[in-house]
DNA sequence: AATTGCATTCCTGTATACAATTATACAAGG
DNA sequence: CCTTGTATAATTGTATACAGGAATGCAATT
């Protein structure tokens, strides 16, 4: 499969604009104007058009015609819909993964972890911005493991919709680590090419994380506002 | 949840070459330029390239910079994990549609199932294009019917995706009747409020189609070309 | 004071113009 | 005959220009 690079403004535009919004900079129903986003970039508005017609698609803006793109709210429903549905999808991703990893990726996995547990034994504490980019790290090499496109193309959307409402990576300390240990049992499960065992933790997960979600109130019947 | 309706060239142009590719006029690999599609509909490149981009976003086109637009393959193997995912989604749609399903679309299945029954009984055979429609319209309100923006937004992908194959639509008259009896349970477990009858039995119809791919070579590790 | 009508202004939607990149054709050299 | 270099054409990427809705402000009216 090959990779083409975008050195174009369009893609950088495009994600900018969406780092912005997970960044929280644009905030739920800020509107985007084209002109304002374009001067403060320093490019016309064609591109700024053409990626907030795209972030539209992805969930993340909402586009009335001839009045203006605005910020997507994401409940927190959505947010619960999405681990839901998570805790369906891992499991199989896992099972995949058994089948389809390389030794590369194992490597890559491995690594993350060490690092994780790095970060959670320091001395001076541990960063929890580093320790959710790792979470993130390792889950998307799982996915890209699975073999599948499909699957991964899913799971990866999920995740960067979640991570959007960073109001949900508020963990404890407690949670992190017994986080990281759920990844370790799933990559020796992996690495035993034990499918049943790796697909049953990587679904208890998924449930755990969500446990701890319930905790701050996230939970199916959330409407909020 | 207002709607807004969307009279521009852009998003006429986006629907135009979405069909254009589900239909096969455009195929496989197929490059699209931007000054062709816009002559033979009358637009500007502006709108034909909004739309390429979002495509893109959709799956059915891949851009490469620079070079241009080109039509997505979608390999047998793609459709077989786009079941396989449904297999483990469909049976959470119809759980979470016995708790949030309207008494309209309860009639509207009850329509689309009368329909289809109708279709497989008439005397000058059965269309095939018509029962698939229709195949697809139950599931659209189910997935509808579920509450969740999020789980529906995928399994409206997924089916979108498959459609465009449509190699996938060869079903047998048999397994066309057995698909329209499953439909009848589904709906009749959502009747009763059974979420844990309503969720198995949509698992299972989706394995069953499943079943019904794997005869004509359909499976996971099917790599084609 | 609230509401309607209208003009102005702003913003989006589309077309066109120009720049940058890539593909193509063909000739020169190995 | 195949490779490489170069000029030309074709195509994409971006900016700008113009047309058409939508929002805003203000005055006139009730």
Chains 1, 2 share one sequence.
Request: glycine fraction near 6%; hydrophobic fraction near 35%; aromatic fraction near 6%.
């Amino acid at each position: 499969m090959e990779e083409y690079q975008d050195h174009s403004l369009s893609g950088r535009v495009f994600q900018k604009i969406r780092e912005d919004i997970l960044n929280g900079k644009y905030k739920e129903n800020d509107e985007l104007r084209e002109n304002t986003i374009g001067r403060e970039l320093g490019v016309s508005r064609t591109p700024v058009r053409e990626a907030l017609r795209q972030l539209e698609l992805e969930g993340l803006v909402t586009i009335i015609p001839n009045r203006g793109a605005y910020v997507t709210g994401i409940s927190r429903k959505d947010i619960w819909d999405i681990y839901m549905i998570r805790s369906h999808l891992e499991g199989l991703c896992a099972r995949w993964a058994v089948q389809h990893i390389t030794e590369e990726q194992l490597d890559a996995l491995e690594e993350t972890l060490m690092l994780s547990e790095f970060q959670m034994n320091k001395e001076s504490g541990f960063s929890v911005q580093q320790v959710a980019a790792l979470d993130g790290r390792f889950h998307a090499i799982l996915y890209e493991a699975s073999g599948s496109r499909i699957l991964s193309h899913v799971l990866t959307d999920f995740h960067n919709y979640v991570q959007m409402a960073r109001k949900s990576s508020i963990v404890s300390e407690e949670r992190a680590r017994k986080s990281i240990r759920e990844h370790r049992q799933i990559l020796r499960a992996i690495k035993e090419r034990d499918a049943e065992m790796a697909e049953q933790l990587a679904n208890e997960h998924i449930l755990h994380v969500m446990q701890n979600l319930k905790k701050q109130g996230y939970r199916a019947e959330t409407a909020e506002k």
